[in-house]
């Protein structure tokens, strides 16, 4: 999962868990894929409510005690991410993330509105150069 390939990391979890259907780190595994993440102490910083995924039930389900302890203060941290998240939002304050995607729609906006201006200056040009 380091080189980002999330797609080959989760045929590969799903083939130790073909052999090994209770293992519950190779759901962790498949939960990282799916949330895009290399590690799970990348969990320590998500915002996701893990509980709803179908791998991270799985993996509480099957494991150990020390694994237990340990996924449970992801979805603990996680949870504390939102809360801080949602502690810190103002109304009228755009999200950096919302400020960057504004920005995305805009430069595509503007992009496609020079790419239609200069086609309209080439069609006039080629008009008045038959006339």
Excluded: H
């Amino acid at each position: 999962m380091e080189d980002g390939d999330f797609a080959a990391a989760a045929d590969y979890f799903e083939r130790a868990l073909d052999i090994e259907p209770f293992l519950a780190s190779a759901y962790m595994g498949k939960l990282l894929a799916e949330l895009k993440l290399c590690s799970e102490d990348a969990l320590e910083n998500s915002t996701e409510v893990l509980e709803q995924y179908n791998a991270y039930q799985k993996a509480v389900r099957f494991a150990r005690e020390e694994q237990l302890e340990c996924y449970g203060g992801y979805a603990r941290a996680a949870a504390k991410n939102r809360a801080a998240s949602a502690a810190s939002y103002e109304p009228g304050k755009l999200t950096e993330a919302e400020v960057e995607r504004r920005q995305a729609t805009w430069s595509r906006w503007a992009m496609a509105v020079l790419l239609g201006a200069g086609l309209l200056v080439l069609l006039f040009a080629a008009a008045v150069a038959v006339r």
